[in-house]
């Protein structure tokens, strides 16, 4: 019976001595994350003319960037050039966009971003060779042809945010 | 979605490669993202995995593989995750993001 009851007591004793050195292990890796600061809206300065300009009541969609590891990404930020989704329309649409750094987490490292900013077409591209948080400001303007009314209707577009390892 | 540069290896299978990846949604407004393979232009490279829409809920995470041909190794540069909205969910301009991880060269 004591034989037994030390053999017991021996392995509580080992089971607690195993549970305190129980090791905690992580990683961290990098990544870039995007989110959505705020969404856009067109505001109808005339019944031609949709434009998230806030002169004209439209709200400018804003996309953050968080990146952990510098010289690993680079971004890409493309305004609409066509409706997502819309009422049916004759007209040709002419669309125009704009990005720029609107803020940025470490004005040292990151304060070159707009001055060596990338522009082809309505896309802009932006080499992030720092750790931290952008925020990028897009425009976005859809005029229809003949300055035709737009139908009525919903309308959507979408501002493509890329962020591509180098 | 990491690794940023993650590493092709030998599956099971002869002549596929499979690499494992991790998808992290840190969006409130998206709720689905799909996964892609493309080349050095964008052109999409056939893969398969568990699934290539992948339904996930806001700071949620999930691992998954991908397999490609060992034929298609040279090709395929990048893997990437592309949010995706319902249309129901739209608003007057959403916003898609695609990020990209680098296959890693030897």
Redesign the interface.
Known sequence: MLKYLLITGMSLCAFSAYAENVPITGSV????????DT????GNPNSYTLT?TAADGGVQ?I?RFDVT?AD??YAQITT?TSF??SPSLSETVTWSGSTSVSAVSDSTNMGSYETNKITFGQTTQYDLTATGSTWFTST?SAVNGGSKAFPGGT???????????? | MVPTYPVLEQSYQDGLLVTTLELFNKRKDVEYYEIAVFDNEFKPIPFVSSYSLFKLEYLGRVKFDVYIRAKDKDRAVYVCSRSKIRDQDKTLTSITSMICSKFKRE
């Open positions: 890796q990098s990544r870039c994350v995007i989110t959505t969404p856009g809206v067109y998230t969609p996309v590891l690993a990404y609409p997502d989704t976005s309308y959507t577009a979408s501002v493509t945010a890329l962020c591509v390892a180098q």
